[in-house]
C-alpha cells in the first residue's frame, strides 16, 4: 500500500516534476503561457457556480467587522473562493485573502481585505456579498500573501496589512489614471479602464485546451502563477484572471517588452520550486491544508485537499531579489492548527513530520 504524500511534498513534486509550461501568447504587453500537469480532487463548484445556483450567501460577520466575512454554502458539494476574489455589496467591497473550500452545509468565516475604504453602510438594502466579475491585480495578491504568510506561521490566523492594501490600492488608481471614485473602491478604478480590459481579456478568450493553469507575465515581469486542479475551474474563472493580470500589464508593461518573458517565466518557476524555501503547513480555513512557500524571491500559497492541488498562487515577492540571488535559509516543518502558538521547527520540502508534541 503506496503512503499517501504529505501537502508539502505534493506541492513540491508538482512543482519540480509534473508542471508543463505550453506555447506563450502575447498581446499589449501582456504574455501568458499555459501550464498543466495536475491531477484533478473530488468535485466541488466555483463561488459565481454556487452562487447562480442559488446555494452560496455572503454576508458581513455579525455588525460588520472589516477582516471577516461569513460564507453559508447550503449546497451539496464543496464551494471554493479563490484568493483576490472580489466580493462586492454589504457595507464596503472585500477581496479574499486566501482560496477557501468552504464545506457543504457549513458556514464559514472567511478572511478578506477591504478594498472600499470610503464606504461603512449598505446601499441600496444590499445587505449581502456577490462575487464580482474582477479579480484584484497581482501585484496587490503578491502583497497579501506574503502578509499572510507571516500572519500565519505566528499564529495570527490570515490576516494582511489593511492600511497596506488601502495604499495599494490608491496607488494602482494612480498609475491606472483612474478617475476619483467617491468611496476609493478598486472596483472603479477597473471601471475607468474597462474598455482597456476588455480589450486585452479578448484577445486571451478561452484557455489552451487541457490546460488547468496560467503563467502571466508582462514587461519581462512575471506577475502570477496561478494552477488548479482541473481545467474546468480554470476555464469557470478564465476571464476574471485575465482582468486581473491586465490591470497589471496597463501599468508595467510595453509590446517590446515580450521578448523578456519566456525567460523571466522559467527562472520565476525555477526559483519557486527551489529545495531551500521555507515550506510549512496550516490547516486550511475551510476545508484541506494550506501550503505556504516562500523565500526572498517568491511566495506561494497552495490549498490542497484529498490528495490534490485545488489551487496554488504563486507571485514574485514584494520588494523582491531577482530569481537566483536567494541566499541560504534556515529550513523547518510544521503543521499548525487553530489556536496554537507558533514554534521554531525544522523546514524540509521533503519531509512533513506533521505537529510536533
Known amino acids: 500500500m503506496i503512503?499517501?504524500?504529505?501537502?508539502?511534498?505534493?506541492?513540491?513534486?508538482?512543482?519540480?516534476?509534473?508542471?508543463?509550461?505550453?506555447?506563450?501568447?502575447?498581446?499589449?504587453?501582456?504574455?501568458?503561457l499555459p501550464v498543466s500537469g495536475t491531477a484533478p480532487g473530488p468535485h466541488y463548484l466555483t463561488a459565481a457556480e454556487a452562487f447562480a445556483k442559488g446555494a452560496l450567501t455572503i454576508s458581513e460577520l455579525g455588525g460588520g467587522q472589516v477582516p471577516q466575512l461569513v460564507v453559508h454554502n447550503a449546497g451539496d458539494l464543496p464551494v471554493l473562493l479563490l484568493d483576490g476574489e472580489h466580493l462586492e455589496g454589504a457595507m464596503q467591497n472585500r477581496v479574499l485573502n486566501v482560496s477557501v473550500l468552504a464545506?457543504?452545509?457549513?458556514?464559514?468565516?472567511i478572511p478578506v481585505s477591504c478594498v472600499e475604504?470610503?464606504?461603512?453602510?449598505?446601499?441600496?438594502?444590499?445587505?449581502?456579498?456577490?462575487?464580482?466579475q474582477d479579480i484584484a491585480y497581482a501585484e496587490l495578491r503578491a502583497m497579501k500573501a506574503r502578509q499572510v504568510s507571516v500572519a500565519a506561521r505566528a499564529g495570527a490566523g490570515r490576516?494582511?496589512?489593511?492600511?497596506a492594501v488601502w495604499a495599494d490600492v490608491e496607488r494602482k488608481r494612480a498609475q491606472l489614471g483612474a478617475k476619483t471614485s467617491p468611496t476609493d473602491a478598486m472596483r472603479d478604478a477597473y471601471d475607468d479602464r474597462r474598455a482597456d480590459l476588455e480589450r486585452l481579456r479578448a484577445a486571451f478568450p478561452v484557455p489552451a485546451p487541457g490546460h488547468s493553469g496560467v503563467l502571466a507575465v508582462a514587461g519581462g515581469r512575471v506577475l502570477a502563477l496561478d494552477l488548479f486542479d482541473r481545467p474546468e475551474t480554470l476555464a469557470s474563472?478564465?476571464?476574471?484572471?485575465?482582468?486581473?493580470?491586465?490591470?497589471?500589464?496597463?501599468?508595467?508593461?510595453?509590446?517590446?517588452?515580450r521578448e523578456a518573458d519566456v525567460p523571466a517565466a522559467r527562472a520565476f518557476l525555477t526559483d519557486a520550486a527551489a529545495t531551500g524555501n521555507d515550506?510549512?503547513?496550516?490547516?486550511?480555513?475551510?476545508?484541506?491544508?494550506?501550503?505556504?512557500i516562500t523565500s526572498p524571491a517568491t511566495v506561494t500559497s497552495a490549498l490542497t485537499w484529498q490528495g490534490a492541488v485545488v489551487h496554488l498562487a504563486s507571485f514574485p515577492a514584494v520588494d523582491a531579489p531577482p530569481p537566483g540571488s536567494r541566499r541560504p535559509r534556515p529550513r523547518a516543518d510544521r503543521i499548525d492548527r487553530p489556536g496554537?502558538?507558533?514554534?521554531?521547527?525544522?523546514?524540509?520540502?521533503?519531509?512533513?513530520?506533521?505537529?510536533?508534541?
Do not use: K, N
Open 103 to 109: 464545506g457543504a452545509r457549513h458556514d464559514t468565516v
Open 340 to 357: 496554537r502558538r507558533a514554534q521554531a521547527h525544522r523546514r524540509d520540502w521533503f519531509h512533513d513530520g506533521g505537529e510536533r508534541a
Open 279 to 292: 515550506a510549512t503547513c496550516h490547516e486550511g480555513v475551510g476545508l484541506g491544508i494550506d501550503v505556504l
Open 3 to 32: 503512503a499517501e504524500r504529505s501537502p508539502i511534498a505534493l506541492v513540491h513534486d508538482l512543482l519540480v516534476g509534473d508542471l508543463v509550461v505550453g506555447t506563450a501568447r502575447g498581446t499589449g504587453g501582456l504574455t501568458l
Open 159 to 163: 490576516r494582511a496589512d489593511q492600511g
Open 237 to 257: 474563472v478564465w476571464d476574471r484572471l485575465v482582468r486581473g493580470y491586465a490591470v497589471d500589464a496597463l501599468t508595467l508593461a510595453e509590446p517590446r517588452d
Open 117 to 132: 475604504r470610503g464606504r461603512w453602510g449598505y446601499v441600496g438594502g444590499q445587505a449581502g456579498f456577490a462575487p464580482g
